[in-house]
């Protein structure tokens, strides 16, 4: 496994932030800040701003909310598939007895 550090800088809210990375984690960071930047612009678009830390703070709750409801549906599609599994398990029991 290698060592290998990456120097980077990645712009977020007209900052730039300059970050030592493994290599592959570059891809995944660039892409993190476009889309943290998109969002910056969409809520700059859509409501007047006069702070860049509400247009963060808003971006911030925003990816916050998207992760957990994530969570939250990853949990319940596992919690559906162990139903469904007991399930065929009590099924092929009564099969095979």
Not at 27 to 36: C, D, F, N, P, S
Request: proline fraction near 2%.
């Amino acid at each position: 496994m290698s060592n290998e550090r990456l120097k980077i800088k990645i712009s977020i809210a007209d900052r730039v932030y300059p970050l030592t990375i493994k290599p592959e984690q570059e891809e995944g960071l660039r892409k993190a800040a476009k889309k943290i930047e998109e969002t910056i612009k969409k809520f700059e678009q859509s409501y007047a701003v006069r702070d860049k830390q509400d247009v963060l703070a808003m971006s911030a709750l925003q990816f916050a909310a998207e992760t957990e409801q994530k969570k939250l549906s990853a949990d319940i599609d596992v919690e559906e598939a162990k139903y469904k599994l007991e399930e065929l398990e009590q099924r092929l029991n009564k099969q095979l007895n």
